[in-house]
């Protein structure tokens, strides 16, 4: 899927001239294929989910991107923003991730799992990822060797504070939206679930329409 909204926005969305597509934020990302697509089929997205109360699927509707909860970045917002960690007592200077340290990080991942002998616990990619952010460490501009050797002897707590002040930092919309059971009343949160109709919407006389493409945005 991250392809498909990659070669759409590369070829459809106009940016400042000299902007490098890989340098755009990973929220911003689905921020515009959300505008661009319901501007191409209406804001009605229809998707599928399961309450635990039964193991029949139910299909719900929202309107994207206006259901979505959007955050914003803080007036004043400025990279590196410093954190302080209070187990290790280093600071480090954080930075939102974008579509190229995505790619990074996904090649990590997969060097990971091709290289290992046996099955991988977790996420190979996990403090790879938390290394990208990482622009600083007290104050001074270091090499991925010690951002990764940083957040690998990270104890649980710091770990933590850096997650969190990452997320208290980050923009874009939200993907948790409620939902109700239409089987035992209960209204719950779940993140909302991407499908084919994404791209290809179910039109009203039951069929489908066509899947998102260059006419579209011409």
């Not at 923003?81 to 340290?101: N, Y």
Request: proline share 5%; glycine share 6%; aromatic share 10%.
């Amino acid at each position: 899927m991250t392809l498909l909204i990659d070669s759409i926005l590369k070829t459809r969305a106009f940016f400042p001239e000299g902007f490098v597509y890989e340098s755009l934020l990973v929220t911003d990302r689905f921020f515009l294929i959300a505008n661009v697509r319901a501007i191409s089929f209406g804001e009605e997205y229809a998707f599928q989910w399961r309450c635990p109360c039964t193991q029949k699927a139910q299909r719900s509707v929202c309107k994207l991107p206006s259901d979505l909860k959007l955050f914003k970045l803080a007036e004043g917002f400025h990279e590196p923003f410093e954190v302080k960690l209070p187990k290790c007592g280093s600071t480090v200077g954080l930075r939102l991730l974008r579509i190229s340290d995505e790619k990074a990080i996904d090649t990590y991942r997969q060097q990971m799992m091709d290289r290992a002998t046996e099955p991988l616990l977790g996420d190979p990619g996990y403090l790879f990822k938390m290394a990208r952010r990482i622009a600083t460490i007290d104050g001074a501009e270091v090499g991925l060797e010690k951002k990764l050797a940083l957040v690998t002897d990270l104890l649980s707590v710091d770990s933590i504070k850096m997650q969190k002040e990452y997320e208290d930092n980050e923009s874009g919309l939200s993907l948790n939206i409620e939902v109700k059971c239409r089987n035992c009343g209960q209204e719950r949160e779940i993140t909302l679930p991407f499908s084919a109709e994404f791209f290809r919407p179910e039109s009203p006389d039951g069929g489908s329409e066509t899947a998102v493409s260059a006419k579209h945005f011409e």
